[in-house]
């Protein structure tokens, strides 16, 4: 008689032991969260409050949402840095405004998700180099490290960018509080030592030593200043009431918000996945991301997004679903509604010691280094780091996303043809500029794009085979690759039609290789006269030389 099966009677001890991993990861990650939301608040210029209402509107959301199991959305350091940068260059000193703005930045940051999820525009973060959004990280990273110490030594800078601030705060070295500068310090050390236990709830018994501190009468006789009275009320979500010119210039800003926002996301997402063979859903988390955002923005919180530190910890700390998320988010909850008059009393250097160890993952230049080792990009990834420092986060941020893009339509935009000929006797065809023993039939030309065609490259790309054209006169014609393209636009197809149209005039016939399916419907679709399907029913570069050379020449 053959034994039970056993599957159904572990299945119930396998629930158990994952639900157990989520609570015990969700209680240590939110004694994590709860200090870095408040602490993130001060970097966006906001009541702290608004980090734990973005944080409590990430976790819910997201853990009922989103694709990536370890994922922890919240405020981050990046979005909020963004954030102070763009409203306060907007509202030109209207605190109320730049309240408004923030909160019409936040609402439009997530409508944008939304409707690039429905675009199921997931690989969107990718318009953003890896180089660039690096500098971009270290810059940010330096900027605010050196913005949490006018409050770790209480002095009060006039200006507010890197290298004004740096020298102030320099030249008011006699003034620095030194009781203060003591306190991050010591933060900072107990905060790494506590790392070294992913489970243990490091920054929660930091920021409680810190109120002991101040309960005692320490800091205040030191004068280190606390963070005081944080008053956490769920008003009725409202849209701000701004005008149709307030909409319009923080729309700009919600679109760079978004898309930093995403490449962060995105990046800790992929990488916690990657790592352990899951799958994940850009496109389902674009809507997470979205509608979190809304939620935030709706409540007069902060942008938030899948920060590299939170998702770090939950997955240390032994997560096992999204359901750890949730978990966190009822804790902070409840903990918020019973300590906040106990986290008024939080030194500010314990804040900017969080903060400070939260950003320190990307206090690495050596993430710089393999750009010069390999010799690439080395130039853009400087330049993303000296506009942040320069420029400012703002404008740094947009001449990262700028110089990302010019990368891309420099690389999409260069007209780069292959000459291809033949590989001693086989079906394969290579670049006969590489491959010199390759050799290409006579009187036919062959021709790849090594681009994929579209209306900023095509004329350059099309104009340097037609140049060869009237150069050669290949008297079997000419054979063109469009292994590359997996679509085309219209540019591209009348382009196509207007090469037919020259290359018939000059008695040189035309055919189309490697046309992939969707490109093979579009120009069934689109019935240009002049690129009739028997210029593109060959499938490979092999098919069409053969069908090239049957012909009389």
């Known amino acids: 008689m053959m034994p039970a099966p056993t599957a159904d009677a572990s299945a119930p001890s396998a629930a158990f032991a994952t639900w157990r991993a989520d609570l015990v990861a969700g209680l240590a990650i939110a004694g994590l969260l709860l200090p870095e939301a408040v602490a993130y608040s001060g970097i966006a210029g906001l009541p702290p409050q608004a980090g734990v209402i973005a944080l409590l509107a990430g976790l819910l959301v997201y853990g009922l949402l989103g694709s990536s ?8 350091s990046s979005s909020a840095a963004v954030l102070l940068a763009a409203t306060t260059a907007a509202a030109e000193g ?13 609402l439009l940051a997530g409508v944008l998700f939304l409707l690039a999820s429905l675009a199921h525009l997931g690989a969107i ?51 620095w509080n030194l009781a203060g500068a003591a306190v991050a310090l010591v933060a900072l050390a107990l905060l790494h030592v506590f790392a070294r236990w992913r489970a243990m709830p490091g920054a929660l018994l930091v920021i409680a030593a810190g109120i002991m501190l101040d309960l005692s009468g320490w800091t205040q006789a030191h004068g280190v200043a606390a963070v005081g009275n944080i008053a956490l009320q769920f008003s009725a979500p409202r849209v701000p009431d701004l005008t149709t010119a307030d909409w319009m210039r923080v729309s700009e800003l919600a679109a760079a918000l978004a898309l930093i926002l995403y490449a962060e996301s995105y990046g ?55 359901r750890a998320g949730l978990i966190a988010g009822a804790v902070v909850l409840a903990a918020v509604c019973t300590l906040l008059p106990w986290i008024s009393h939080t030194p500010e250097p314990v804040l900017a010691a969080i903060v400070i ?20 990009d080395r130039l853009v990834a400087v330049t993303a780091f000296a506009g942040v420092l ?55 030309l062959i021709a790849r794009p090594e681009v994929p065609l579209f209306f900023g490259n095509v004329d350059s790309v099309l104009g340097t085979v037609r140049q060869a054209l009237a150069r050669e006169h290949p008297q079997y014609g000419l054979i063109l690759s469009l292994e ?39 120009l069934a679709h689109a019935r240009n006269p002049a690129l009739p399907e028997e210029i593109w029913r060959g499938w490979s570069v092999d098919d069409a030389v053969r069908d090239a050379l049957a012909q009389p020449a």
Not at 69 to 76: D, G, K, L, P
Not at 400 to 427: F, N, T
Not at 499 to 504: E, N, T
């Open 69 to 76: 199991r370890f994922a922890i959305v919240s405020a981050t």
């Open 484 to 522: 590359e393209s997996s679509d085309l636009d219209g540019t591209v197809i009348e382009a196509l039609g207007e090469l037919a149209v020259f290359a018939k005039a000059h008695g040189i016939p035309l055919r189309l290789a490697r046309v992939k399916d969707e490109v093979r419907d579009l």
């Open 268 to 322: 800790s997402i992929r990488t916690f996945a990657m790592r352990h063979g899951d799958i994940v859903s850009p496109n389902r988390d674009l809507a997470a991301l979205g509608l979190a955002n809304l939620a935030s923005g709706l409540f007069q919180g902060m942008p938030v997004g899948a920060g590299f530190s939170g998702t770090s910890a939950n997955e240390a700390a032994g997560a096992q679903s999204r």
């Open 125 to 175: 973060s990718n318009l953003i180099a890896k180089p660039v959004l690096r500098g971009f990280a270290l810059g940010l990273a330096l900027t605010i490290v050196l913005k949490q110490c006018p409050k770790v030594l209480d002095v009060h800078p006039a200006h507010g960018d890197f290298l004004h601030l740096a020298w102030e705060l320099l030249a008011s070295w006699r003034h």
């Open 390 to 444: 320069l420029l400012g986060v703002l404008h740094g941020l947009l001449l990262a996303i700028g110089v990302s893009l010019a990368m891309l339509l420099q690389r999409l935009s260069r007209p780069q043809v292959s000459w291809l000929g033949r590989w001693a006797d086989s079906h394969d065809f290579v670049d006969t500029a590489r491959h010199p023993e390759a050799t290409a039939p006579k009187g036919l």
């Open 357 to 376: 160890r939260a950003v320190g993952h990307s206090l690495n230049p050596g993430s710089l280094k393999p750009y010069f080792d390999w010799r690439r």
């Open 94 to 106: 209207d605190a109320g405004l730049r309240i408004a703005l923030g909160a019409a930045v936040i």
